[in-house]
């Protein structure tokens, strides 16, 4: 069975970082792209960012980036979302997902971690 | 970067009811159109892919057409657990993979 486990969010000042994590089990996590999705409070689906298998290539959304950072561990199986300079406008639930592409529909999610920005 | 749009934002039906959720792309995506239904608190869950092709776990009552810029998603007779806010996501032209505002289909 497939299982994404995030973690890592809290509430942060303006200004301020956060490291998200996000433990895969239940698939062989290195044959995966891993994306992270965000969702404000109350408010749609916002792509955030992708990595390829072995951390190499990575892509953001231009909302976060230069202020966000993905990489990956094959070896834990485990996802990170490095999030600096953090605004307002940051908070959001966040979702990893994997895909078996570069791009691709989401078949899994995890139950998401809440990130609040706010003084 | 392929705008996605949903339309109604809301949609009131009564229990047993079809439901007709729409969906445009600014540019075409052939047909790598992506469904999803979320309820709340909940993540969201794949639903359609390939604009057609049903999920698993879902019901023969939903289904998934179109091509090109215009996609539909019926719900042929809405059950209570059908309730929920439904995302269109294209996955042609990336990145960024882009999702509709998504439509919430309440109970009437």
């Known amino acids: 069975e497939v299982q994404l486990v995030e973690s890592g969010g809290g509430v942060v000042q303006p200004g301020g970082s956060l490291r998200l994590s996000c433990a895969a089990s239940?698939?062989?996590?290195?044959?995966?792209?891993m994306h992270w999705v965000r969702q404000a409070p109350g408010k749609g689906l916002v792509w955030v960012s992708r990595v390829n298998f072995d951390g190499s290539s990575t892509t953001y959304a231009d909302s976060v980036k230069g202020r966000f950072t993905i990489s990956r561990d094959n070896a834990q199986n485990t996802l990170y979302l490095q999030m600096n300079s953090l605004r307002a406008e940051d908070t959001a639930v966040y979702y990893c997902?994997?895909?078996?592409?570069?791009?691709?529909?989401?078949?899994?999610w995890g139950q998401g971690t809440l990130v609040t920005v706010s003084s | 970067e392929i705008v996605m749009t949903q339309s109604p934002a809301t949609l009131s039906v009564s229990p047993g009811e079809r439901a007709t959720l729409s969906c445009r792309a600014s540019q075409s995506v052939g047909s790598n159109l992506a469904w999803y239904q979320q309820k709340p608190g909940q993540a969201p869950r794949l639903l359609i892919y390939g604009a057609s092709t049903r999920a698993t776990g879902f019901s023969a009552r939903f289904s998934g057409s179109g091509s090109g810029t215009e996609f539909t998603l019926t719900i042929s007779s809405l059950q209570s657990e059908d309730f929920a806010v439904y995302y269109c996501q294209q996955y042609t032209n990336w990145p960024p993979l882009t999702f509709g505002g998504g439509t919430k289909v309440e109970i009437k």
């Open positions: 239940g698939f062989t996590f290195s044959s995966y792209w």
């Open positions: 997902a994997p895909t078996a592409t570069p791009g691709g529909n989401f078949g899994y």
